[in-house]
């Protein structure tokens, strides 16, 4: 699996960034707070929040006050999408959408998507809410 598109949405320095047509090797260059250990952090937070479960992923970094973008209202959101192997080797664009936000000083998940197509050509794609 390799990641094609990553869009952010909300997140610390990253009010909305989208990064498309992603090649194997990404390099990341600017000016120091311009986000690049940022969106290192992104892929930290979804790791985390998978694995260890997102009340800690949001208590390690100090929860919305210091996760959502300064001046923003809103969720914060994140968008990847890749290629899966489907049925008979053939590799399906997936989408996987996270969108969280707070309530009552906890995170709460506002929405979250699965979607892939069920064609490499035509079709439409499916979602599955989870």
């Given at each position: 699996m390799r990641i094609e598109q990553l869009r952010v949405q909300n997140y610390r320095v990253l009010q909305d960034v989208s990064f498309k047509d992603l090649?194997?090797?990404?390099?990341l260059s600017g000016p120091n707070g311009s986000?690049?250990?940022t969106v290192i952090d992104v892929f930290a937070f979804l790791h985390e929040s998978f694995t260890t479960g997102l009340r800690g992923a949001w208590d390690a970094r100090n929860r919305m006050r210091s996760i959502r973008s300064?001046?923003?209202?809103?969720p914060v959101c994140f968008e990847l999408?890749?290629?899966a192997e489907g049925a008979h080797g053939?590799?399906?664009l997936v989408t996987y959408r996270l969108e969280i936000e707070e309530k009552r000083l906890l995170p709460v998940v506002r929405r979250e998507?699965?979607?892939?197509?069920?064609?490499?050509?035509?079709g439409r794609p499916r979602t599955k809410m989870c």
């Amino acid at each position: 699996m390799r990641i094609e598109q990553l869009r952010v949405q909300n997140y610390r320095v990253l009010q909305d960034v989208s990064f498309k047509d992603l090649s194997n090797l990404v390099v990341l260059s600017g000016p120091n707070g311009s986000g690049k250990s940022t969106v290192i952090d992104v892929f930290a937070f979804l790791h985390e929040s998978f694995t260890t479960g997102l009340r800690g992923a949001w208590d390690a970094r100090n929860r919305m006050r210091s996760i959502r973008s300064r001046g923003c209202t809103g969720p914060v959101c994140f968008e990847l999408k890749y290629r899966a192997e489907g049925a008979h080797g053939k590799k399906r664009l997936v989408t996987y959408r996270l969108e969280i936000e707070e309530k009552r000083l906890l995170p709460v998940v506002r929405r979250e998507t699965l979607q892939w197509t069920t064609s490499p050509v035509q079709g439409r794609p499916r979602t599955k809410m989870c």
